[in-house]
């Protein structure tokens, strides 16, 4: 593939190499001379595992694709490319996969249309909320038992105080990407307050008016002079203040020379890029993309997280 791709710079020699191991660091060799070394590991790549390598082939195609331009003809056969509803699918995939569910999620809609995925989710958010006796699980399910499965997760998520409002489970089944966004998009919130309330004294609900204050408070100590309103706040979306958040959390994380103003849409990406590397480096799980640094809740969720658990 590498040399397909690549003949000039990648070539077909580590076919030859019997020991696997050797073979497989020499791929990655080739995969490094046009600057896709990336996820895979000699022994992960000889272990076969199939996150890793379908993580590296996806960024070995956004790398280089190797297609042809699209024809004037072709142009209007292809569909939309719906951005903000890619990056939303693509962080509740590793939201998801952060859950060791079974199988593994590739495919958001067409992998939670039986139900399966969403009912594995709500027993690892609330161990022993699903009564697996009114699951079918026994492949493969018909249509029938699909809509079973995926109106049963529904009404788990009615039971949790969701909004739900026109969703049914036969949305899931034919996979409507925005009424299934929204029910995904609710599950990780309660995972996440879920998570702060365990860590919380006398475990008490936490809201998202407890979140905005604890953030404000940090990045005062972090050395903000600016409070946030609520998540929906724009003045957010510069990344300045979650540095702020980040240096109150640890004091000295931040280093002032990698932070901008966050002024023009490139700063602002930079600054949202910095927050979320120190941000994994402290131990917080996120699932989201500089792009996405406008999911401003699950963000501040997951520091104020490390945050608890840094001060027990």
């Not at 996969?97 to 067409?110: A, F, R, T």
């Not at 100590?221 to 702020?244: A, E, Q």
Request: charged share 20%.
């Amino acid at each position: 593939l590498l040399n397909q791709l690549k003949p000039e710079s990648c070539s077909r020699a580590p076919l030859q190499e019997p020991d696997l191991m050797q073979r497989a660091e020499l791929v990655l060799q080739n995969a490094e001379a046009i600057g896709c070394r990336k996820y895979l590991t000699p022994k992960a790549m000889v272990a076969g595992n199939a996150k890793l390598n379908l993580a590296f082939v996806a960024h070995l195609f956004n790398t280089h694709p190797g297609l042809e331009p699209l024809t004037e003809e072709e142009v209007p056969e292809v569909e939309p490319f719906d951005a903000e509803g890619e990056r939303e699918a693509r962080m509740f995939t590793l939201w998801l996969n952060s859950l060791n569910v079974e199988p593994g999620v590739y495919n958001l809609y067409e992998d939670l249309k039986d139900g399966l995925i969403l009912l594995q989710a709500f027993d690892k958010i609330v161990p022993g909320l699903v009564q697996w006796r009114l699951v079918s699980q026994k492949q493969p399910l018909s249509r029938f038992k699909q809509l079973e499965n995926c109106n049963y997760a529904v009404r788990l998520g009615q039971e949790n105080r969701f909004s739900l409002v026109g969703i049914q489970g036969a949305d899931i089944v034919d996979e409507n990407k925005t009424l299934t966004l929204g029910l995904v998009w609710q599950m990780m919130r309660e995972n996440i307050v879920f998570t702060l309330q365990s860590l919380s004294k006398g475990g008490r609900p936490v809201t998202d008016m407890d979140m905005v204050k604890w953030a404000n408070e940090t990045a005062q100590r972090g050395g903000s002079h600016y409070s946030m309103k609520s998540f929906r706040d724009p003045s957010l979306n510069t990344g300045v203040f979650f540095l702020d958040v980040l240096n109150g959390m640890k004091p000295g994380i931040v280093d002032p020379t990698h932070a901008t103003s966050g002024n023009t849409a490139e700063d602002a990406f930079n600054n949202a890029r910095l927050a979320i590397s120190i941000a994994r480096k402290l131990g917080a799980t996120i699932f989201l993309v500089p792009e996405d640094i406008v999911e401003n809740l699950t963000f501040v969720g997951s520091l104020m997280v490390v945050d608890r658990q840094m001060s027990k």
